[in-house]
C-alpha cells in the first residue's frame, strides 16, 4: 500500500538528522582529546572516561530502567574487552593523528569481519564482498601514504587499522556470543573494561616508569598525573557529549533500517575532518580523501548488499 511511504521516508530522514548530529558531535569531541593529550596520559583518560560513563549510566538505569545485569558474564566480558581495547588504539592515535585519519582506520571493521568470517570460520562471501574488501584496502594503502603523515611513524600510523581489526573481532562477538544480551549490558561492559584498561595500564606505569615525549606525543607513556579543574571539565564534556552522541545514534539505529543507518555512519569522517580544519586548522590531502572515500563506499557496499552465502554481518554498533 502507497499510504505509509511517507511515514517511512520522515523516519529515514529523521534518522538521517540523529545521526550527523552524533557524527558532528563526536567529531568536536574526539578533535579535542589531544588537550587532554597534552598534558595527561591515555590511561588516565580512559579510567576517568569509564568512570564518569558508568556514573551516567548508572542514573540512566534508575531513571529509565536500563538493564545493566548481562545474561552470560564471561561472553560479555570478552566482547567488552575486545571493543574497549579496539577503541583504546583509536584513541591512542588521535592524540597524534588527524581524526578522520584515525576513524577511517576503525571504519576498517566491517571489512576484516568479512575476512574473519571467511578465513576462520569458512564462511564464504560473494564477488561484491570481495570487491569491497580490495576497495577498502585500497583505501587504506591511501590513507596511510607518505603525504598524509609527513613526520609520523609507520607504527604510528598503522595504529587505526589494528583498531579496527580488534573491533572486527567484537563486532563477532557481538553477533556469535551476545546475540540475546541487553544494549545497556554490553555498553556498561565496555566501559568498565576501559576503566580496567585505565588501571592495568596506570599500575604498570608506576612499576616501570617512562620519560613521556612533551604534549599529546607522551600520551601513551604518560602515567598518573593529578587532575586540575580544567582536565575535569574537558572530561566530564567528552563523556557527555559521547554519552548523548551515542544515544542519538541508537536511536536512528531503532526508527530506521539498520543498513542504512550504518551507511550514515560515514558522515563521521567528514564531520571530524571540518572540526579538525575548524580547531586545528589541519588539511587532508587529495590521496588520504580518496582512501577515506573508498573505506566508506567498502562499508556501505558491505552493508547493503544481498547477503551472500552467510557473510552477514551482525548490527552495527556506534562508535563511542
Given at each position: 500500500?502507497?499510504?505509509?511511504?511517507?511515514?517511512?521516508?520522515?523516519?529515514?530522514l529523521a534518522a538521517a538528522g540523529l545521526v550527523t548530529t552524533y557524527a558532528?558531535?563526536?567529531?568536536?569531541?574526539?578533535?579535542?582529546?589531544?588537550?587532554?593529550?597534552?598534558?595527561?596520559?591515555?590511561?588516565?583518560?580512559?579510567?576517568?572516561?569509564?568512570?564518569?560513563?558508568?556514573?551516567?549510566?548508572?542514573?540512566?538505569?534508575?531513571?529509565?530502567?536500563?538493564?545493566?545485569?548481562?545474561?552470560?558474564?564471561?561472553?560479555?566480558?570478552?566482547?567488552?574487552?575486545?571493543?574497549?581495547?579496539?577503541v583504546l588504539i583509536y584513541f591512542a592515535a588521535i592524540a597524534v593523528l588527524p581524526v578522520p585519519v584515525a576513524a577511517a582506520g576503525l571504519f576498517t571493521a566491517p571489512i576484516?569481519?568479512?575476512?574473519?568470517?571467511?578465513?576462520?570460520?569458512?564462511?564464504?562471501?560473494?564477488?561484491?564482498?570481495?570487491?569491497?574488501?580490495?576497495?577498502?584496502?585500497l583505501g587504506v594503502l591511501l590513507v596511510l601514504g607518505p603525504s598524509a603523515f609527513s613526520g609520523v611513524s609507520l607504527v604510528t600510523t598503522l595504529l587505526p587499522v589494528a583498531g579496527g581489526l580488534v573491533y572486527a573481532f567484537a563486532m563477532i562477538a557481538t553477533r556469535?556470543?551476545?546475540?540475546?544480551?541487553e544494549a545497556g549490558a554490553l555498553v556498561a561492559a565496555f566501559f568498565i573494561a576501559l576503566g580496567l584498561f585505565g588501571i592495568i595500564g596506570l599500575i604498570v606505569l608506576q612499576i616501570w616508569p617512562l620519560q613521556p615525549e612533551p604534549g599529546p606525543a607522551g600520551f601513551v607513556a604518560r602515567g598518573w598525573v593529578m587532575p586540575d579543574l580544567t582536565y575535569l571539565a574537558w572530561m566530564t564534556m567528552h563523556a557527555g557529549v559521547v554519552a548523548l552522541g551515542t544515544w542519538f545514534c541508537t536511536r536512528a539505529y531503532l526508527i530506521a533500517d539498520t543498513g542504512r543507518v550504518s551507511v550514515m555512519e560515514y558522515v563521521m569522517l567528514p564531520a571530524a575532518a571540518f572540526w579538525g580544519y575548524a580547531?586545528?586548522?589541519?588539511?587532508?590531502?587529495?590521496?588520504?580523501?580518496?582512501?577515506?572515500?573508498?573505506?566508506?563506499i567498502a562499508g556501505g557496499l558491505i552493508t547493503l548488499a544481498p547477503k551472500e552465502a552467510g557473510a552477514g554481518l551482525?548490527?552495527?554498533?556506534?562508535l563511542p
Open positions: 500500500m502507497p499510504a505509509p511511504q511517507p511515514a517511512a521516508r520522515d523516519r529515514t558532528f558531535m563526536l567529531g568536536f569531541s574526539d578533535n579535542y582529546v589531544r588537550v587532554v593529550a597534552a598534558e595527561s596520559g591515555l590511561w588516565q583518560f580512559h579510567l576517568s572516561r569509564g568512570l564518569i560513563a558508568m556514573a551516567l549510566m548508572l542514573v540512566l538505569a534508575r531513571l529509565i530502567g536500563m538493564k545493566l545485569r548481562p545474561k552470560r558474564l564471561w561472553a560479555v566480558a570478552v566482547r567488552g574487552g575486545l571493543q574497549g581495547f579496539g576484516f569481519v568479512l575476512l574473519i568470517s571467511a578465513l576462520i570460520f569458512g564462511e564464504r562471501i560473494g564477488p561484491v564482498s570481495i570487491l569491497a574488501v580490495i576497495m577498502g584496502f556469535r556470543l551476545c546475540a540475546e544480551e580547531i586545528w586548522g589541519e588539511v587532508l590531502g587529495w590521496q588520504a580523501w580518496v582512501g577515506i572515500a573508498l573505506i566508506a551482525p548490527a552495527p554498533q556506534p
